[in-house]
């Protein structure tokens, strides 16, 4: 069972364009939301993160929006570049248990010059 | 700060060798780690969870006796990968949780960068 979905699979954007990328949850348990960014290769980097008593968290280019009542959460990249080009993926993580990220799928975002 | 490292970043090896990686914390004692597995094009796949001190915890699936998992300090855990064969070849990428905060607010974990695995 998936516990974290995630859309979309890929996607591409032109530079200077706004990525976003979709997570939904079920377990009302989780009540950390991280997201990670991964170039090929690489382990995932940590990128921003949020707990459920905010709607909004902004650093950088990067905003999450979390709409708790639709068990959602989305990651903008405002004004995205080509460096920006990495697979993304969205998490949840229960502080009341053992601490193990649930993971969504991924998506791989490609930003074209 | 939270910066994990692993070790080695790439082996090849021959199958029936035995392959050690280390992951370590190097600014941040972790009580916990864990061990995934990422094939291409895939999200990653939890293999263990390493408590210092205590033996690990598997999940289904994965073979106990086949990666010995050992986290000895508060820095430092090992995945043994033993008696490799084709089938083990993969990308290993070990993450420590870290309680300190750091501005995101919470216990997260923060990843090494990952050691492929060719067995040959």
């Known amino acids: 069972q998936q516990q974290v979905k995630q859309s979309p699979q890929s996607l591409i954007v032109q530079k200077g364009g706004i990525p976003i990328i979709n997570c939904a949850y079920e377990?009302?348990?989780?009540?950390?939301f991280p997201w990670y960014q991964q170039f090929p290769g690489k382990g995932p980097a940590l990128l921003i993160a949020?707990?459920?008593?905010?709607s909004e968290k902004k650093e950088g280019r990067f905003t999450i929006s979390f709409n708790k009542s639709a068990k959602q959460f989305s990651l903008h990249i405002m004004d995205s570049q080509p460096g920006d080009s990495a697979t993304y993926f969205c998490a949840a993580i229960s502080g009341a248990g053992s601490y193990q990220l649930t993971f969504g799928k991924g998506t791989k975002l490609s930003v074209i010059p | 700060g939270a910066v994990v490292s692993q070790h080695p970043s790439r082996v090849i090896c021959k199958s029936g060798t035995s392959v050690k990686i280390e992951c370590r914390s190097l600014?941040?004692?972790?009580?916990?780690m864990f061990w995934y597995r990422q094939f291409p094009k895939q999200s990653l796949m939890l293999m263990a969870t390493?408590?210092?001190?205590?033996?690990?915890?598997?999940e289904q699936g994965v073979e106990k006796d086949k990666f010995l998992i050992n986290h000895a300090s508060l820095t430092l855990s090992t995945l043994t990968v033993t008696s490799a064969h084709p089938e083990d070849s993969s990308f290993y990428i070990c993450s420590a949780r870290w309680s300190g905060g750091m501005g995101h607010g919470g216990d997260t974990q923060y990843f090494g960068p990952g050691t492929r695995l060719t067995v040959l």
């Open positions: 949020i707990r459920p008593d905010v």
């Open positions: 377990n009302t348990a989780f009540d950390y």
């Open positions: 390493s408590n210092e001190g205590s033996k690990a915890t598997y």
């Open positions: 600014d941040f004692q972790a009580t916990t």
